[in-house]
């Protein structure tokens, strides 16, 4: 998982918080380094999609916001994310849902 902490159309790129994650079923050690967090969970209007190229991802964001607003569903507060159902490093084309909070 992606989560972003900040919206990059109103926050600087050099301000964005981005956290990559792994979700775990249970408690682990961590150091050198790596936090272990709750996910808080909740409602996500979620959007599927295959990613071929990095510029693809834009444009998947904006695909999955414009639904969120045909279906006059409200953006909660909490982080959005990208969850990475399969991603092939050499090709760089990844299976990913891009979710967003609601309320």
């Known amino acids: 998982m992606f989560i972003y902490h900040d919206n990059p159309e109103v926050t600087p790129a050099d301000k964005c918080r981005t956290d990559i994650c792994l979700l775990l079923d249970e408690k682990v050690e961590t150091g050198g380094g790596v936090e272990l967090a709750e996910f808080e969970g909740g409602k996500y209007a979620t959007y ?17 916001m414009e639904d969120v607003v045909k279906q006059g569903l409200e953006s909660d507060a909490r982080p ?3 969850y990475y159902h ?9 299976d990913v849902s891009i979710c967003t909070a609601i309320k």
């Open 86 to 94: 399969a991603y092939d490093p050499e090709t760089h084309v990844a």
């Open 48 to 64: 599927r999609v295959t990613i071929t190229e990095h510029s693809q991802y834009a444009t998947a964001w904006d695909e999955a």
């Open 80 to 82: 959005c994310f990208e």
